[in-house]
């Protein structure tokens, strides 16, 4: 396809009703009619990247290949699009901020006056065309974070209007809704709907398409009330009710020819059909009734009194994935391993677990609790999965009670710690000192060397394999030796073999304990498990109580 299309993505009435799921799902029945699909996030913060922002507050940390710590919405891109997304496709209103004054500073702009309208909204543009050039996608789908009506989010809205100016036939928007049914009403209200769409019109752009988010699907009267006070043609206001599972989307959408009306927006035809594979998975997925009990031990889970899952979103559809391809469907419990530290006999119900992950994390809060769950775990030999700082919990926990170093620790939280077992990586010392805390930290795709016949080698079946990092500390080559010689296994060493990428334990010794200084959840796709996660569900399906 010669020319690039571009279909932006605006979010009304509130946030977290599935923008960026809707946009890989749009994205994902585009590929299924023979065209090439990427996905760009823009995200209304100052912040230049998410890396500076705690889950709690932002959810997960998604590392792109590259290095970028960007938005969870980038795991969904690569989930259900199949491909890298690369930094190019991540942008805040910090970052654009930050090149537009440093092309001041440079005198780029040749002295000329340089105004947030329109100096801003073209360098997003230029961005945008960047992607296109580089991906070379048909399609490249732009979400803006946010709801319309917010100060935040203008300018990239703006963007948007000045980039359908530039090129009408290339451009669609659309507007992603939700339409509530209020429990006393009992009806559903599409007032909501119409104000988002004219907030939209106010920063004047006509959203083409309505996504309309909602419990049950919406009917055809609404639909014709939508379409005629909004301006939008009937057969343009889609159903997306809720779903059991998100992977069912884009078979709705399909369901309702929103392919086929996307393509006709901008004169293009199929060139295929293509989702007969995803339709089957999803079918199969739902008629799993298996189950097995996923234990997540981790701290970023509370806001206020509710439970946020999103801090560990691409850890949760790894384990899905992992399982459904096993043939179950997991139960995730979350398990706050300070409740161990408060109330030591509460580590029991670890045992009703048929696996536990202890994910990334950061800080002291929490983690003697962790030590322990890794003790319990390793002595009742349940499979145990250790992600970056988990795996560094595992050969602290090693260190203390096997090979009888006690007050073995990292240097993240004990400086003086008599057996720093973990410690800061030495180009990363500078970096601290210096207090230059943003996008430092070893960041992105490393290769690494694996060991045959260990537990890595079998899941992976490969000697060399490139995973994602996002860490300041390591495994500190003093502890090797002694680590090694009481039974701990680095299966997976950087290629200069000074860094160690993956430890285990021995199986004819316990069933799975693997830990990975990476993060392989930003690995899996749709259909495809990532390996680790494969060979702990393999583990856990074996051992299942
Ligand atoms: N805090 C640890 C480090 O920086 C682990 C980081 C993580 O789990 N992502 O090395």
Redesign the pocket.
Known sequence: MAKTKFIFVTGGVMSGIGKGVATSSIGRILQSKGYSVTAIKIDPYINVDAGTMTPTEHGEVFVTDDGLETDQDLGNYERFLDTNILSGNYMTTGRVYLSVINRERNLEYGGKNVEVVPDIPLEVILRIKKVAKTTKADFVMIEIGGTVGEYQNVLFLEAARMLRMEKPQDVIVFLVSYLPVPNKIGEMKTKPTQYAARSLNSVGIQPDFILCRSEEPIDDVRKSKIALFCSVPKDHVIASPDVDFIYEIPVNYDNEKLAEKILSSFKLKKKKNDLTKWKSEVERIRKIDREIRIGVVGKYFNSGSFVLADSYISVIESVKQAAWSNGFKPKIEWISSEEFEQDPKSINRLKEMDGVII?????SRGIEGKIKAVEFLRKNKIPLLG????M?IICIEFARNVCGLKGAH?T?IDKEAKYPV?DIMPEQKKNLREKNYGAT?RLGAYPAEIKTGTIAYEAYKAKSISER??????VNPEYIEILEKNGLVFSAKSPNGKLMEIVEIKQKDHPFLVGTQF?PEFGTRFMKPQPIFNAFMKAVVKGKK
């Open positions: 994910p990334g994390g950061f800080g992600i970056c700082y988990g560094q990292t993240e973990i930290m990092h996002r860490h300041r500390w390591e993060h």
